[in-house]
């Protein structure tokens, strides 16, 4: 007699960011992870499917029809997934298209919960996802390695080009992609897929051209950061993608959008700076800048910012390390600009982006929470609504 058949709920390492959002979320501890995965243990998961909506990548978003579910250990050790397992035919195909049903009803009431699944913008063009992966990269060549912080600063952020010569790579602002660092770990396994938002509008980071630009802070001990930040101009690398189907600039020239971030979270934002710019320079939409960071020798782009007339962008730098000056941060900027962010916010014409360290959202959530009570707005409605209708967007890491 044939075992029975299980749905296995996986989690995507190569497009994974380790942003912990999904162990966080789930309520019973089936998500863990190791310095390698985060995995689901097939043993306690119940399909809740808590931690479905809150990814921001839809890493978490993989399902797997199998005879016998895959331990932790495999699912530690992966680099990518595997491919759905042949399990048969005639009633093993029955059951199969009946655990696909299940999943998929599964899938859709968790969707429908608080919050539910992220939307992109409905001005927002089709977003090209996936194609390029690990078994055949895209291959692009450094065109340019600048530093971006004061060399007094603490963190060395870069700017990279990567050119893609003739191999066609399509990008849309708020899009990301992969990394592949060469080599192995310590236990011969491939290094994971590391994630960058990309910097530079659809068009290349110099107009009509095939390349794109990244921010990248080198991290003491990142594997991959060191790796792109000592890649001297020339150099060749494999890069998968394009990930992302929601964080994306809307096209509509009325749109306002509000954008919130601090340190290399301003990566996405200098791209839809940049695509208003070039595109939507008489746009009607306002563009609202709230970037926080420790010093302005910290701030990635700080000059170049500095140059970005107000009629298209309007900037609010926010220091929590400055001596001698109070700190300000950007839940702290929102509250002071109250009346012009209460206004946007209640304008069915605007978006809100948040982008940057795990954990500061709880902070703008709280600061947009009170500017709307003193408007007489019910924020926790507004951003149900916002959410809903692809207008309020959120990636952390």
């Avoid at 500061?360 to 009570?373: P, Q």
Wanted: aromatic share 8%; with cysteine.
């Amino acid at each position: 007699m044939n075992a029975p058949l299980k749905k296995q709920h996986l989690i995507d390492p190569e497009i994974c960011i380790r942003c912990n959002t999904c162990e966080e979320t789930c309520p019973i501890d089936a998500v863990t992870h190791d310095d390698n995965n985060y995995v689901v243990n097939a043993e306690i998961c119940n399909y809740c499917m808590d931690c479905i909506a809150p990814c921001p990548t839809g890493a978490i978003d993989n399902w797997r029809i199998v005879v016998k579910p895959y331990s932790l250990e495999q699912q530690f050790s992966w680099s990518d997934l595997p491919a759905q397992q042949e399990v048969g035919s005639g009633e093993s195909s029955e059951a199969v298209e009946a655990l696909e049903d299940e999943i998929g009803a599964l899938l859709e009431e968790a969707r429908k919960g608080l919050g539910g699944k992220a939307v992109a913008p409905h001005s927002a063009s089709k977003p090209t996802v996936n194609l390029y992966n690990r078994g055949k990269p895209a291959k692009a060549t450094v065109a340019g390695n600048f530093r971006l912080t004061h060399a007094d600063a603490d963190s060395d952020v870069r700017h990279i080009i990567l050119d893609f010569g003739d191999q066609p790579f399509p990008v849309l602002e708020g899009q990301s992609i992969g990394i592949v660092t060469p080599g192995l770990t310590a236990d011969g396994t491939p290094h994971l897929v590391r994630l960058y938002s990309v910097a530079s509008a659809r068009d290349g980071e110099k107009p009509n051209a095939n390349n794109l630009s990244l921010t990248v802070k080198r991290e003491p001990d990142g594997v991959c950061s060191n790796y792109l930040c000592d890649l001297p101009r020339g150099a060749k690398l494999d890069v998968t993608g394009p990930f992302g189907a929601t964080f994306l600039h809307p096209n509509d020239p009325a749109s306002n959008i509000i954008m919130i971030c601090t340190g290399t979270g301003s990566a996405p934002f200098r791209a839809f700076t940049e695509r208003r710019r070039r595109a939507m320079s008489d746009a009607p939409g306002r563009l609202l800048l709230f970037f926080g960071a420790r010093r302005p020798e910290e701030l990635p782009y700080f000059g170049p910012l500095q140059k970005v007339p107000e009629k298209l962008l309007t900037k609010h730098f926010c220091y929590s390390r400055v001596p001698g000056q109070p700190r300000v941060y950007v839940q702290d900027r929102i509250r002071t600009e109250a009346s012009v962010v209460a206004a946007l916010l209640n304008d069915a014409h605007t978006h809100v982006y948040i982008c940057g360290l795990k954990g500061m959202e709880s902070g703008v959530d709280e600061a947009f929470a009170d500017v709307c009570r003193g408007a007489s707005i019910e924020w926790a409605a507004l951003k149900t609504a916002m959410r809903e209708g692809g207008r309020y967007h959120v990636e952390t890491y």
